[in-house]
């Protein structure tokens, strides 16, 4: 019998205003690169850090982006599991990142902290606590 098909990995998409921009915002202020970008105008966008990928997508001109915490409070839009949240805080600050939210320890035992990108988006990191 054959090995049972698995997933492998994920890659959220976010719309985003400015590809270009944001790409570079992703690379500068939290560390991820990319080998291209898609489209002419540029279009469209794969970012990766340490195996996780994110891809960012060009956004309609006109188009109205809305953050998930703007619909449902404190919910982020991505969430990456991190080997140590309080040393890539550090890294992220040193970068100049725009910290949503200040690391802490969550109820359901995950110590946590929250960037906002250039589009207003929260995305999260956090490590199991105890």
Do not use: C
């Amino acid at each position: 019998m054959s090995e049972r098909a698995r997933l492998v990995g994920s890659a959220p998409v976010l719309l985003v205003r400015d590809v270009v921009k944001s790409a570079n915002y992703y690379r500068d202020a939290l560390g991820f690169t990319y080998d291209r970008f898609w489209g002419d105008p540029p279009a469209f966008v794969i970012l990766s850090r340490d195996g996780m990928h994110l891809m960012l997508d060009q956004a309609p001109a006109g188009h109205v982006i809305v953050p998930n915490w703007q619909v449902d409070e404190n919910i982020w839009n991505v969430y990456f599991w991190v080997t140590d949240a309080d040393a890539l805080l550090a890294e992220f600050r040193q970068r100049g990142a725009r910290i949503d939210y200040d690391i802490h320890d969550k109820p359901y035992k995950i110590r946590e902290f929250g960037i906002q990108d250039l589009d207003g988006y929260d995305v999260a990191f956090g490590h199991p606590i105890g």
